[in-house]
């Protein structure tokens, strides 16, 4: 199984910044698309920012401008670097994974879609 494990999530005043990371784990990984998701309590989980293949990424309209994407390969590592952050980017942060990995168990690639544990993004005064 491939494991996500993010990190950075916090409490800031608006106009501040924050950086959340998420690192992957498992064997010889390959990924088809990295990203972040939020969800308000009440409300459906959102895309917030999305890399697809190497380099092409996609951003929700809110959050254009703001916030940056970007990975590691090397490190299987994906960040969500967030400026001028504003109380409505108040939410618990997902990330998510997928792609293909080599399963020692199953002796063979194997497909994954993985969620990360969520980390809690609060901006306020």
């Known amino acids: 199984q491939v494991q996500l494990v993010e990190s950075g999530g916090g409490l800031v005043q608006p106009g501040g910044s924050l950086r959340l990371s998420c690192a992957a784990s498992?064997?010889?990984?390959?990924?088809?698309?990295m990203g972040w998701y939020r969800q308000i309590a009440g409300k459906e989980r959102e895309l917030v920012a999305k890399?697809?293949?190497?380099?092409?990424?996609n951003y929700a309209d809110s959050v254009k401008g703001r916030f940056t994407i970007s990975r590691d390969g090397a490190e299987n590592t994906v960040y969500l670097q967030m400026n001028d952050l504003k109380p409505e980017d108040t939410a618990v942060y997902y990330c998510?994974?997928?792609?293909?990995?080599?399963?020692?168990?199953?002796?063979?690639?194997?497909?994954?879609?993985?969620w990360g544990q969520g980390t809690q993004v609060t901006v306020s005064s």
């Open positions: 998510n994974a997928a792609g293909k990995y080599y399963s020692d168990y199953f002796s063979r690639v194997r497909d994954f879609d993985s």
């Open positions: 498992g064997s010889r990984l390959s990924f088809a698309t």
């Open positions: 890399i697809t293949g190497a380099v092409s990424s």
